[in-house]
């Protein structure tokens, strides 16, 4: 079945810093993949997308390219802002589309200090 | 806000009690899925729905859990005869049935079975 691994967390960055989160995945067919956040108190927000190989996601100075030779999806961001502090998940969908049912890695917390 | 509605928010029950959640989802949404989330754990999957039809049940879902989307709009899931282990957060999302279409998710149910 499909499966998502992220690494191990939580990191803790200073405020500027480079982020990497990696993201590895095991799926039949071509499923999308995905980049969700959930900040403090709040419910999960899609991050960024991809559908294809190759294709590259953005959002707020975030991006992560869809690797199928390496099946990797990992999260990067140029300089973090202590507002990046939240749990970031990695996730994909069936092979029905974009829109099925999604499974998720465990989630990675990210503590930005200023 | 994603503009779909959870509720209640929280909700404390003893073991063996029932409990309802409701899930509201973004109005021209036609498919609707409840996930399950544990602490330090992604969301799992538990179900869905195209309009008013149940097209998938996770292996994850017991006999004592059932969920209900009469007309296609609002959905209600049930878990009959609580247990502690059942204590978790229950998410629902909503979508359209392209292919290319995000899930858009609620801020949950937080369920505590003492």
């Known amino acids: 079945g499909n499966s998502v691994t992220q690494m191990e967390g939580p990191v803790t960055l200073s405020e500027e810093a480079f982020l990497t989160i990696n993201c590895t995945y095991t799926?039949?067919?071509?499923?999308?993949l995905f980049w969700y956040v959930q900040y403090p108190g709040e419910g999960l927000q899609l991050l960024l997308k991809a559908t294809k190989a190759d294709d590259k996601g953005s959002n707020k100075g975030f991006e992560a390219t869809y690797r199928k030779e390496t099946t990797s999806f990992h999260l990067e961001k140029g300089s973090v802002q202590v507002s990046d502090s939240a749990v970031y998940f990695c996730a994909l969908s069936g092979s029905g589309g974009a829109n099925s049912k999604l499974t998720f890695g465990k989630g990675i917390t990210l503590s930005v200090r200023p | 806000d994603t503009g779909v509605s959870q509720n209640p928010r929280h909700k404390i029950t003893k073991r063996g009690q029932n409990v309802t959640f409701r899930c509201d989802p973004i109005?021209?949404?036609?498919?609707l899925y409840w996930y399950r989330q544990t602490l330090g754990q992604g969301p799992e999957f538990l179900t869905y729905?195209?309009?008013?039809?149940?097209?998938?049940k996770s292996r994850l879902l017991s006999d004592r859990f059932s969920a209900e989307r009469p007309k296609g709009s609002f959905s209600t899931l049930e878990i009959q005869r609580t247990e502690q282990g059942d204590s978790a957060m229950y998410l629902c999302a909503t979508g359209r049935s392209s292919s290319t279409d995000t899930q858009y998710f609620g801020p949950g149910t937080r369920l505590t079975v003492l």
């Open positions: 799926a039949t067919g071509y499923p999308s």
């Open positions: 109005s021209e949404h036609n498919r």
């Open positions: 729905f195209q309009n008013e039809a149940q097209l998938e």
